[in-house]
């Protein structure tokens, strides 16, 4: 069964200064997705970064970036200039397959505060 | 266009009682999941449709829980006799294959 570990349940920031939120994984799969997905208190799930395990080339979204790893089964994103509104409940997902729409496997998520 | 729509946002009810949960998906969305978030936890996924058919049910889904989207449009969760257990957050989401999953603000569930 594939896992997702988030070992880190907390984190702080002073804003505008840079984070990385750690994440690994454990699949058997070849083909495969992972995501970065944020919860903040209003508790609407929105999606910050999805990665192809195929590609290697890591995916970016403005201040958003990941560091994939696929040997180590690492996934780590980078949030730089960090705001007061990236202030939330991060999760990092998996997903099998090559359309990155099968069912998600969460890990257990992490608080990210920002200091103003 | 209007995203992922869930009914009742809360509610709140009496053990042995049922409840049913309403998802309108996104339009032209094929796909349509039910996950279950209780606090300090990550989403847990439920079951998930394509169309109207039910193509996996996680074995967290009790005989009491049961979904379906008879035309392949919205979805309906009913829980049956409920438990203090099943109180958590609800949460809905719809895709189109192989394209991003995005999800509705949940429905909250008490049971007292």
């Known amino acids: 069964a594939q896992t997702v570990t988030q070992s880190q349940p907390e984190m702080s920031v002073q804003e505008a200064e840079t984070v990385t939120l750690s994440c690994t994984y454990d699949?058997?799969?070849?083909?495969?997705?992972l995501f970065w997905y944020k919860q903040p208190p209003s508790r609407q799930m929105i999606l910050v970064i999805r990665?192809?395990?195929?590609?290697?080339q890591n995916a970016t979204e403005n201040r958003f970036s990941v560091n994939f790893q696929k040997a180590a089964k690492s996934f780590s994103l980078k949030i730089s200039d960090s705001q007061l509104g990236d202030a939330a409940m991060y999760f990092c997902?998996?997903?099998?397959?090559?359309?990155?729409?099968?069912?998600?496997?969460f890990g257990k998520g992490m608080k990210l505060t920002v200091n103003p | 266009d209007t995203g992922v729509s869930q009914d009742p946002r809360h509610k709140i009810t009496k053990r042995g009682q049922n409840v049913t949960f309403r998802c309108d998906p996104i339009?032209?969305?094929?796909?349509l999941y039910w996950y279950r978030q209780t606090l300090g936890q990550g989403p847990e996924f439920l079951t998930y449709?394509?169309?109207?058919?039910?193509?996996?049910k996680s074995r967290l889904l009790s005989d009491r829980f049961s979904a379906e989207r008879p035309k392949g449009s919205f979805s309906t969760l009913e829980i049956q006799r409920t438990e203090q257990g099943d109180s958590a957050m609800y949460l809905c989401?719809?895709?189109?294959?192989?394209?991003?999953?995005?999800f509705g603000e949940g429905s909250w569930l008490t049971v007292v």
């Open positions: 989401a719809s895709s189109f294959t192989g394209n991003t999953i995005y």
């Open positions: 699949t058997s799969e070849s083909d495969y997705y």
């Open positions: 990665q192809e395990a195929y590609k290697q």
């Open positions: 997902a998996y997903a099998k397959g090559r359309g990155g729409s099968e069912k998600l496997v």
């Open positions: 339009s032209e969305h094929n796909r």
């Open positions: 449709f394509q169309n109207e058919a039910q193509l996996e």
